[in-house]
């Protein structure tokens, strides 16, 4: 018996194991059609998870991924409508639901830490898993970069699944074989001129089969793909009818503005609710504790937004504040300084002995550099709209994860998350922050205390700002050597800072975190320059606030880090900063070529002609890596005439971003990014102490004006390759290119961010001292 009890577990484990290797070397499941079918409307038909067509000739396009200003309903769009043939002007995009086929795989994937030109089978492997593993029990979001990258199969596909399902309802009218039918937008047509519109052949169409490996299109055909192409929201923005999630007004909607702990993480010990209580239209009053990385206080619930705030106003609150309350940003960030005696770090890349390398060098440099916390300060505050009806829920929110939303609210109501109904409206900026839940989950427990009625979450300005999830504040310290020749020999560099995954697990999904983050030292390790000895690495910060996702997140100011020491590296080479870079990347001309561009464009090696006033100008290059794209950068810069203001008048801006679906769109979120970019790179600084964020509204925490834009020239690399990221990558180059331009103006080395020029006199005190 028990021989045979041990044959039967061991077979069984075998079988198992069979199973289990069989799965792995199978690819991800489809990800063409729900889980559940579509909705549709009388006279609408689903063709697939991502798109629906009407029998009056229109086109309506699922979009997986939130709209925030980047332009992916226009572009993710364009992927589906070109395989589809449709006639654009009668495409339109409504949010998906969730579901598993919307999941972000690419995202997760890039995530691995691991650098770019690594090719092996073990990696291979690792990444096939992930994504198998994504495709399953992965989330719906949008961030990395990486909307088009991961639907530019799926969408495609959707849409000529579509597109066959429709010739061959046509071939079928007309008794011919599929295989001689072509299309145009919005119709079939017959190898004898015949035509059927879509309109026409919806209904029988939708009723066929799935065609199991539609046919896709090469780029030649490509009808939109690869076109400058208007934003598809451009009209609704224009008239006012776009919606974002503080415009959501469902009937018989309430308000409630919130009284925060004034230090991160702290919550309400005690409050007196009695004059609240007594102004009119107050409805409730109630207590929120912290939840998912937030901070606890108390909400007033009124009939007006007004009402509302001046209730809260009125509030008599003992606080609690927590754990935070002695931390101050200035002594953390001279902490990690510290950290970087002692600490060595985990080593993300390394090639040969780079310490042997630096004993041997003929000259050695050293330098380090400083990044602040940082606020995302967009321009909609955080606000999330939510009822509670005792066994269901609805939220209107502006979030860049719809299921991690919904289980927010979720937790926070007792419900299962199926109970949750999340409607997903425009952002008005993302960047990060609406990747997080905390406030979803604060709205949600609100909202309990007035079941039945809708109770929009308003925060002011000031709140958003100081009860953010910043981007970590960073060290970075640098060793090179040179040869007696001025050629690069050793590269090291160690970082120090808050890890933001870790927390992020813990946050969103109750994990503990653990292992390396790639976020932390992307834009260090990750790059392309040939090194040839090199040890990159960061050391994981525990303490501080919590952090979270920022646009571009670790390249935002690695790229400062890297690319401003290396230009002191061919300084010190006595070369020229764009050759020297160059020499580099002799077996990376993807880099090298969107380098010279740059370069090419901005009329490098000329001189640089002043500026308006006559000021004298300089040029600062930078070259980064991120999100699979390459950007190069030419900043031209002079100083205002008190000799402190650093004055941007143009940026050359050169992308390899493989296929620019919508090459419109690419130049946008460049001038994007680098105006973000330089908001951050010259005035972006959250300074924290005894656990209180010190910013409040644009006057302490400023943006760059109108006026102070640079004219922005755009050079997109022609390619067919897959397309890669372009909602980040041009942040990060710019705020190195502008510092490089500042030395040669200057020739002071800003190795602190936000950039600031030391004044005459101290310079002259620091040219004395040395």
């Given at each position: 018996m028990a021989s045979t009890r041990?044959?039967?577990?061991?077979?069984?484990?075998?079988?198992?194991?069979?199973?289990?290797?069989?799965?792995?070397?199978?690819?991800?499941?489809?990800?063409?059609?729900?889980?559940e079918p579509l909705p549709t409307v009388p006279g609408e038909m689903?063709?697939?998870?991502?798109?629906?067509?009407?029998?009056?000739?229109?086109?309506?396009?699922?979009?997986?991924?939130?709209?925030?200003?980047?332009?992916?309903?226009?572009?993710?769009?364009?992927?589906?409508?070109?395989?589809?043939?449709a006639d654009w002007s009668r495409v339109r995009v409504e949010a998906s639901p969730i579901d598993r086929i919307y999941n972000n795989i690419s995202m997760v994937v890039d995530g691995l830490p691991v650098h770019p030109d690594t090719d092996n089978l073990v990696l291979d492997a690792a990444r096939w898993m992930t994504a198998k593993t994504m495709r399953e029990i992965g989330v719906m979001a949008t961030g990395g970069s990486s909307s088009v990258k991961d639907l530019w199969l799926p969408m495609r596909q959707a849409g000529a699944s579509a597109r066959e399902m429709l010739v061959v309802a046509a071939a079928r009218r007309w008794g011919l074989a599929p295989d001689g039918c072509r299309t145009e937008p919005g119709?079939?047509?017959?190898?004898?001129?015949?035509?059927l519109t879509y309109a026409e052949l919806v209904s029988e169409a939708a009723a066929g089969p799935l065609p199991r490996r539609p046919r896709l299109k090469t780029p030649d055909a490509f009808r939109l793909i690869g076109k400058p192409t208007p934003r598809i929201d451009a009209a609704a923005k224009l008239d006012g009818s776009a919606r974002y999630g503080i415009d959501a007004q469902p009937g018989g909607l309430l308000y409630a503005a919130v009284r925060m702990c004034p230090t991160l993480g702290g919550r309400a010990a005690r409050f007196d609710e009695?004059?609240?209580r007594a102004l009119p239209g107050v409805r409730a009053v109630t207590r929120f504790d912290p939840a998912r990385g937030g901070t606890g206080g108390v909400a007033v619930i009124a009939d007006h937004p007004w009402r509302a705030r001046q209730a809260a106003d009125a509030l008599d609150i003992g606080w609690e504040p927590g754990e935070l309350q002695d931390f101050d940003s200035q002594a953390f960030i001279e902490g990690l300084s510290r950290t970087l005696d002692r600490e060595s770090g985990f080593a993300f890349f390394r090639r040969a002995d780079v310490d042997q390398a630096l004993g041997a060098a003929s000259a050695r440099l050293s330098a380090?550099?400083?990044?602040?916390?940082?606020?995302?300060?967009?321009?909609?505050?955080?606000?999330?709209?939510?009822?509670?009806?005792?066994?269901?829920?609805?939220?209107?929110?502006?979030?860049?994860?719809p299921g991690l939303a919904r289980q927010a609210a979720a937790d926070a109501l007792g419900l299962p998350s199926e109970a949750v109904d999340v409607r997903v409206l425009?952002?008005?900026?993302?960047?990060?922050?609406?990747?997080?839940?905390?406030?979803?989950?604060?709205?949600?427990?609100?909202?309990?205390?007035?079941?039945?009625?809708?109770?929009q979450t308003l925060w002011t300005r000031e709140q958003d700002t100081r009860h953010d999830l910043f981007r970590p504040a960073c060290v970075a310290r640098f060793e090179a050597g040179l040869d007696d020749q001025g050629r690069?020999?050793?590269?090291?560099?160690?970082?120090?800072?808050?890890?933001?995954?870790?927390?992020?697990?813990?946050?969103?999904?109750?994990?503990?975190?653990?292992?390396?983050?790639?976020?932390?030292?992307?834009g260090a390790f990750d790059q392309g320059y040939e090194w040839p000895a090199a040890r990159i690495a960061h050391v994981n910060v525990a303490g501080g606030p919590q952090v979270g996702f920022w646009r571009a997140v670790g390249h935002s100011h690695q790229a400062f880090f890297k690319?401003?020491?290396?230009?002191?590296?061919?300084?010190?080479?006595?070369?020229?900063?764009?050759?020297?870079?160059?020499?580099?990347?002799?077996?990376?001309?993807?880099?090298?070529?969107?380098?010279?561009?740059?370069?090419?464009?901005?009329?490098?090696?000329?001189?640089?002609?002043?500026?308006?006033?006559?000021?004298?100008?300089?040029l600062g290059v930078a070259l980064h890596d991120s999100f699979g794209s390459s950007v190069a950068q030419v900043a031209r810069v002079s100083l205002a005439p008190d000799r402190q203001t650093i004055r941007v008048h143009r940026v050359w801006c050169a992308i390899d971003c493989g296929t620019a679906v919508n090459p419109a769109g690419v130049r946008q979120q460049m001038e994007s990014g680098i105006v973000f970019g330089l908001s951050a790179a010259l005035y972006g600084q959250v300074d924290i102490v005894a656990g209180q964020v010190q910013p409040g509204n644009y006057h302490e925490q400023p943006v760059l004006r109108l006026g102070e834009a640079p004219e922005v020239e755009c050079i997109i690399i022609p390619s067919q390759e897959h397309p890669e990221g372009v909602g980040e990558p041009g942040l990060p180059p710019i705020a190195p290119a502008v510092a490089n331009a500042v030395f040669a103006l200057t020739g002071q080395r800003l190795r602190q961010l936000p950039l600031k020029l030391a004044s005459p006199t101290d310079v002259r005190a620091d040219q004395e001292k040395t």
């Open positions: 041990r044959k039967f577990i061991l077979g069984s484990m075998a079988s198992a194991g069979a199973l289990v290797v069989g799965w792995s070397v199978l690819p991800p499941r489809q990800r063409l059609t729900t889980s689903a063709f697939n998870g991502w798109v629906r067509l009407a029998e009056d000739g229109g086109v309506t396009v699922m979009l997986a991924k939130s709209e925030m200003g980047q332009g992916v309903s226009t572009s993710l769009a364009m992927l589906l409508a070109d395989e589809l043939d119709e079939v047509i017959a190898p004898d001129g015949r035509r009695a004059a609240a380090e550099y400083r990044a602040p916390f940082l606020a995302h300060g967009a321009l909609e505050p955080i606000n999330c709209t939510v009822r509670f009806d005792s066994d269901r829920a609805t939220v209107w929110v502006s979030t860049q994860v425009q952002l008005g900026g993302g960047f990060g922050r609406r990747l997080e839940v905390d406030f979803i989950a604060q709205a949600a427990t609100i909202a309990r205390a007035v079941p039945g009625q809708p109770v690069l020999t050793a590269w090291k560099n160690t970082s120090a800072g808050q890890a933001i995954v870790p927390q992020a697990l813990k946050r969103l999904f109750g994990l503990p975190g653990g292992g390396p983050d790639k976020t932390a030292s992307e690319e401003s020491f290396l230009d002191e590296v061919a300084h010190a080479a006595g070369a020229d900063p764009v050759a020297f870079r160059q020499g580099l990347l002799q077996n990376h001309p993807r880099q090298r070529r969107v380098l010279q561009a740059a370069a090419d464009a901005a009329g490098w090696g000329n001189p640089s002609p002043p500026a308006p006033d006559g000021a004298p100008t300089a």
